[in-house]
């Protein structure tokens, strides 16, 4: 039987958050300690684990027919693989910073400098095209600390909560690029592994669309119904069911996340009442 091959990162930020997707797309893997593979029970799917830096090449190659990858990584490494998915975890910025007390006046600060970096072709890439000349250091690790021991006069590094870069008494100056977990994929899957790559797809987007969508259910006077029903269009309209209590019905439906608030103010508005708000597991369309 034909199985797909998926790649994800063997320990690190993307770890848990790749294998929670998995899970809640119903597929269940038995992940025993330092395994470099495991098989899914329910669903023809391969987990590989390797160092998150490796998976574009690995992709490439069809060692692995798709991965979960940072696009810091797949914009670094420029492999030539299919962007399939961008996943919403994993999210950070690969940024500038300089020592707090450095006067900052735009970029051209920068000119001569030197800034540490495991990016460099990221950032000279960004440098060229800012028309900034700097010394690139590549280092492969505690980046944030190069200013301090006099490697270097500024850093590029990912970001997320900038705490780190507070506690060495660095400021974030320039935004290089945003980045959040990939699906990928290679270029050349066979017939089989597309349809179970879809197979799959289907099933994130499922997640992906309840994570974005709120069940909200309501108590509204008939008179209001109308009204109500105007604001909350639902996947198709929503389901009235009448309350014992006459002249009232319970109103079902499904909101956006981004809409939420300024829903839930008109419906009150408008005489709802009793509203309840209901998280959705999946969602398909
Ligand atoms: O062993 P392996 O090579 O697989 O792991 P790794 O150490 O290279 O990567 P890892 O686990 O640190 O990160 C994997 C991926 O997670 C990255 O490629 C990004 O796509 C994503 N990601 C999201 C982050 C961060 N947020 C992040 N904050 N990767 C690293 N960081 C580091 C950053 O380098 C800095 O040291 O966290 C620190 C900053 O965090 P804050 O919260 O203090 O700003
Ligand atoms: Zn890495």
Request: proline share 4%; hydrophobic share 40%.
């Given at each position: 039987m034909?199985?797909l091959?998926?790649?994800?990162q063997?320990s ?9 997707m ?6 269940v ?15 023809p799917?391969e987990?590989?684990?390797?160092r998150?830096?490796?998976i ?5 190659d069809g060692?692995?027919?798709i991965?979960?990858v940072g ?16 996943l919403g ?28 970096t495991?990016?460099?072709d990221?950032?000279?890439?960004f440098l ?5 000349r700097a010394?690139?250091?590549t280092?492969?690790?505690?980046v944030?600390i190069a200013?301090?021991?006099g490697?270097?006069?500024a850093?590029c590094d ?9 506690s060495?008494g660095l400021k ?19 017939k089989?592994?597309r ?8 099933r994130i987007?499922?997640?992906r669309?309840?994570?974005n969508?709120k069940?909200?259910?309501l ?11 105007s604001?909350?269009p ?17 109103v ?7 809409d ?19 998280p959705?597991?999946k969602?398909?369309i």
């Amino acid at each position: 039987m034909t199985k797909l091959k998926i790649a994800v990162q063997k320990s690190g930020r993307l770890f848990d958050d790749s294998l929670r997707m998995l899970r809640e797309c119903g597929i269940v893997i038995n992940n025993g300690m330092n395994k470099l593979k495991a098989e899914a029970h329910n669903f023809p799917l391969e987990v590989y684990f390797f160092r998150d830096d490796d998976i574009p090449q690995y992709v490439q190659d069809g060692v692995a027919d798709i991965g979960i990858v940072g696009e810091n990584v797949l914009e670094e490494k420029k492999r030539r693989v299919e962007n399939v998915l961008p996943l919403g975890f994993g999210r950070c910025r690969l940024s500038l910073a300089v020592p707090k007390e450095m006067d900052w006046k735009g970029i051209q600060s920068i000119n001569g400098k030197r800034i540490a970096t495991s990016y460099p072709d990221l950032l000279s890439d960004f440098l060229k095209r800012k028309r900034v000349r700097a010394d690139i250091h590549t280092i492969s690790g505690s980046v944030e600390i190069a200013p301090g021991i006099g490697l270097s006069d500024a850093i590029c590094d990912l970001v997320s909560s900038g705490s780190t870069l507070f506690s060495n008494g660095l400021k974030e100056v320039e935004t290089v690029m945003k980045s959040q977990a990939m699906l990928v994929a290679g270029k050349s899957l066979g017939k089989e592994k597309r349809v179970l790559l879809s197979r799959l797809l289907f099933r994130i987007n499922a997640l992906r669309q309840a994570g974005n969508n709120k069940y909200i259910l309501l108590n509204v006077p008939d008179k209001k119904l109308d009204k109500i029903c105007s604001i909350l269009p639902g996947m198709k309209s929503p389901t009235i069911l009448p309350l014992h209590r006459k002249g009232w019905s319970s109103v079902h439906s499904v909101v956006k996340e981004d809409d939420f608030w300024e829903i839930i103010e008109l419906l009150k508005k408008n005489g709802a009442q009793g509203i309840l708000v209901v998280p959705i597991e999946k969602m398909i369309i």
